[in-house]
């Protein structure tokens, strides 16, 4: 195995040998227990970052959190040793592990969201580590928590601690817990996926933010994530893994430029899906026209004046950032949120705005694909009684024939029949996803919404998920309105583009059209936003902003 770099100076965390294992239940199966981590190695100097990369199920995370001695959900630590500042940190029981999280190791997690208690405020759990393990009193820690909200670039840092987690957008409360994690002044950070479920524009500013804090004190770093474009800009070594298993370790320069092994390759090129747009046809399959739509009884407009239209067989990207309307469209499109103003015509006949309203038809033809997949099943049912529901309410199929049909929608999504018997704790996240698309298909529809579909998937199973909804459309010759803030997504899928903002859709054509400049401004920082695999990409992003900015 490849040694990392040294500087001579002794590594701050040197892993050796690490295995983890977990034991499952299968239903009506006895207990076994799988390998997630099998015999991995690593070190990571002071003033570091590290970046670990892989599909998911690699045994990213899992090995990040070893760095605290932690293994969630009955994962457990069997072999190996974890050496923190020069001792074995399994080694130093309950009591030691304790006084190394939020001192020594902090953790930043992929939802901030779900991480702040959102009963408090954000400056009492900024400081809690700090006051807690004696590092600062109250004032000292809060005297530092604000210096850091500035570091962060974070709107009023005097007084955004007093603010609930719910009263800060999802990027600037990612930044807070940035600062949450280095306030206690720790030796290593582990940052797990900080800007996965971020959109492109908030996304740079995280991670602009995160690299300069990592430089600016010093802090050592283990970056996890499944987008190597992202991990290139932060890190100085990567490390990929694959099944739990070290694929290749090398400097960062070496990986993306030069990389040694097949699936590391893969990797790099993983977004080159050749799409071939199609020509406009005549007439609109779903046509929007002047929609307008508010929550809170019409007091927080959401939408303003949206006309988008679809063709027959045809992918329509709506791309922009969080709140500028993209998934409130779907939701009046499929009329659960009944617009106030316009129409929406679909197979040439006007859809009344109230989902109830709907007829059975109206309700089959338009199907739904939704981000999270976990969250989309019920978790107690079968693969096969999952896609077999949609087969009974609106076909009436049972027995043999719904058996069959169930038989050949899991070979349509490339999964295959044995696959029905499961449940959907025992299925990948790209085969999750590829349930809940058979599921959609079920209905036999005309139009499926998929909204943010591939997001939370690694760059390999969303590029099989795409590849597989383009080969669905060419076969069943079904529309696709595709919500999405991933511009190379939108690139790979769409025929024609609607960029939302604020609620209105700033820039509408086919994509040939809306990807040639001359862009308008918020069209231009998007594009401008998207990770490249090329080292110092960030800092000639940020520069180009800051030139912009200045020139206006």
């Not at 430089?215 to 739990?244: F, K, P």
């Not at 929608?409 to 790209?430: H, N, Q, T, V």
């Amino acid at each position: 195995m490849a040694k990392a770099p040294s500087d001579g100076s002794g590594p701050l965390l040197d892993i050796r040998n690490l295995r983890i294992e977990a034991k499952i239940y299968p239903p009506g199966e006895a207990p076994r227990t799988i390998t997630l981590v099998h015999d991995v190695s690593l070190s990571l100097q002071k003033g570091k970052v590290l970046g670990l990369i892989g599909e998911s199920g690699a045994g990213k995370s899992t090995i990040g959190l070893s760095s605290m001695a932690y293994g969630r959900g009955g994962v457990k630590i069997t072999g190996g040793e974890i050496i923190l500042n020069g001792r074995d940190i399994r080694k130093g029981g309950t009591q030691g592990i304790r006084a190394l999280r939020g001192r020594e190791v902090c953790y930043v997690a992929q939802s901030a969201a779900a991480a702040f208690n959102p009963a408090h405020r954000l400056m009492d759990q900024v400081v809690e580590a700090s006051i807690l393990h004696g590092v600062a009193t109250r004032a000292e820690a809060e005297k530092r928590a604000v210096a850091l909200f500035k570091k962060l670039s974070l709107p009023d840092p005097e007084n955004i601690g007093q603010r609930f987690p719910h009263q800060v957008s999802g990027g600037q409360l990612q930044r807070v817990m940035t600062a949450m994690a280095l306030c206690s002044e720790p030796d290593l950070i582990v940052f797990d996926e900080p800007t996965t479920a971020l959109d492109v524009t908030t996304q740079i500013d995280v991670l602009a933010a995160i690299k300069e804090a990592i430089r600016d004190t010093g802090v050592a770093a283990l970056y996890i994530s499944h987008d190597l474009a992202v991990v290139a800009q932060v890190s100085d070594e990567i490390m990929v893994l694959r099944h739990g298993k070290l694929v290749e370790w090398g400097g960062t320069r070496q990986i993306i430029k030069e990389p040694r092994q097949e699936y590391t390759s893969a990797l790099v090129s993983v977004h080159e899906i050749e799409h071939v747009e199609k020509k406009p046809g005549a007439t609109p399959f779903l046509s929007v026209r002047n929609i307008t739509a508010a929550y809170g009884g019409g007091k927080i407009k959401v939408l303003e004046n949206v006309s988008v239209d679809i063709l027959p067989g045809q992918t329509l990207a709506v791309v922009g950032e969080s709140g500028s309307g993209k998934s409130t469209l779907a939701r009046a499109i499929t009329g659960l949120l009944p617009p106030e103003q316009g129409s929406i015509t679909f197979a040439g006949r006007t859809l009344s705005n109230r989902l109830a309203d709907r007829s059975r038809d109206d309700l089959r033809e338009l199907q739904m694909i939704y981000q999270m997949a976990d969250v989309a099943m019920n978790p107690r049912q079968t693969v096969g009684t999952i896609i077999g529901r949609p087969l009974e309410f609106y076909f009436g199929m049972g027995g043999t024939e719904r058996d069959k049909r169930i038989a050949e929608l899991l070979d349509k999504i490339e999964m295959g029949r044995a696959f029905a018997d499961r449940y959907p704790a025992e299925l990948s996240g790209g085969q999750k996803q590829r349930v809940c698309i058979a599921r959609a298909l079920a209905a036999k529809p005309r139009l499926i919404i998929c909204d943010e579909v591939t997001s939370a998937l690694d760059p390999l199973v969303a590029n099989g998920i795409l590849k597989l909804l383009l080969e669905l459309q060419a076969e069943e010759g079904v529309a696709y309105l595709f919500i999405t803030h991933d511009l190379a997504t939108v690139k790979s899928i769409a025929d024609s583009i609607a960029v939302m903002y604020r609620g209105e859709v700033v820039r509408y054509g086919p994509k040939s059209e809306v990807l040639k400049p001359p862009f308008d401004a918020y069209t231009d920082l998007l594009l401008s936003s998207v990770p490249e695999m090329e080292i110092g990409w960030l800092e000639k992003a940020i520069k180009g902003r800051r030139m912009e900015s200045a020139g206006n």
